[in-house]
């Protein structure tokens, strides 16, 4: 199986006014491709600063990391971007969809930011249905519950068949209830589809769906395990 992820010796020190915050200590890892790595560790050990990077949504200090193949971070910023629409999905705790459309815009939407002008029906009309929102197409995010919502964030991520999907606390704003389905589909998308994912979580229940734990303290890697599903 190829890796999808190489992060070699990540650090990235945040500058704040005359201050240095070391977020990241040398942080070295392989994720293969088909793999649900769950990412757990308290609050500031630099969990979110990891996923950015990996996302090529901040250039690391100083370290090596490859997606599928793609080196981000000796690349510029427009190299960057381009990698992440055309390889990467994310997905936040805040959803962050575009109020004005419907679950459907909001995915053309999407289409058209990867370079698909005339976008792809029958792949849009495939994940609406693999994620359960077929009978709410036509809603807009304010007709959509919360679970809903991210399941529409979710839907728009996978949107251009990226090789890694992101997740920073895909649950954090969502109830018991919901987060159980948005949790399933994620496991769903790995298990069925073969999608690679890595998720941020507080929950070692949600982090448990992993087949591999990554815990994360002061900027360093704790320990890294496979679970039993692994
Ligand atoms: N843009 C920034 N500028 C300066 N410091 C930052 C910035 N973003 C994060 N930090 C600092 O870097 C460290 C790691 O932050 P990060 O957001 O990666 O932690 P986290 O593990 O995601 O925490 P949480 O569980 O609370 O989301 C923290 O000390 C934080 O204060
Ligand atoms: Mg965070």
Redesign the pocket.
């Known amino acids: 199986m190829k890796n999808i992820v190489e992060a070699h010796n990540l650090t990235m020190t945040?500058r704040?006014g005359k201050i240095d915050?070391h977020?990241l200590n040398g942080v070295s890892f392989e994720i293969r491709e088909g793999e649900f790595v769950s990412i757990v560790?308290?609050?500031?050990?630099?969990?979110?600063?990891?996923l950015h990077i990996l996302g090529g949504l901040l250039q690391p200090t100083a370290g090596i990391v490859k997606i599928d193949g793609e080196d981000l971070a000796s690349v510029t910023d427009a190299q960057r971007t381009d990698i992440r629409r055309r390889k990467i999905g994310i997905v936040f705790q805040r959803f962050n969809l575009f109020p004005t459309l419907s679950a459907d815009g909001n995915l053309r939407l999407a289409e058209r930011i990867r370079g698909s002008a005339a976008g792809n029906a029958d792949r849009r009309a495939k994940i609406l249905k693999l994620l359960n929102l077929e009978p709410r197409i036509h809603h807009k995010p304010i007709e959509l519950s919360g679970g809903e919502q991210q399941r529409v964030a979710v839907a728009r991520a996978l949107i251009n068949q990226p090789a890694l999907l992101l997740a920073?606390?895909p649950t954090g704003n969502l109830d018991t209830e919901n987060s159980k389905i948005v949790l399933d589909m994620l496991r769903k998308l790995n298990a069925e589809l073969g999608q690679t994912v890595v998720m941020?979580t507080?929950n070692p229940e949600a982090a448990s769906i992993g087949q591999r734990i990554i815990n994360?303290r002061d900027?360093r890697i704790l320990d890294d395990q496979e679970t039993r599903k692994g």
Not at 42 to 50: A, E, I
Request: glycine letters at 20%; hydrophobic letters at 30%; a negative charge.
């Open positions: 945040y704040v915050v977020a560790g308290q609050s500031g050990s630099g969990k979110s600063t990891l920073d606390e941020i507080h994360m900027g």
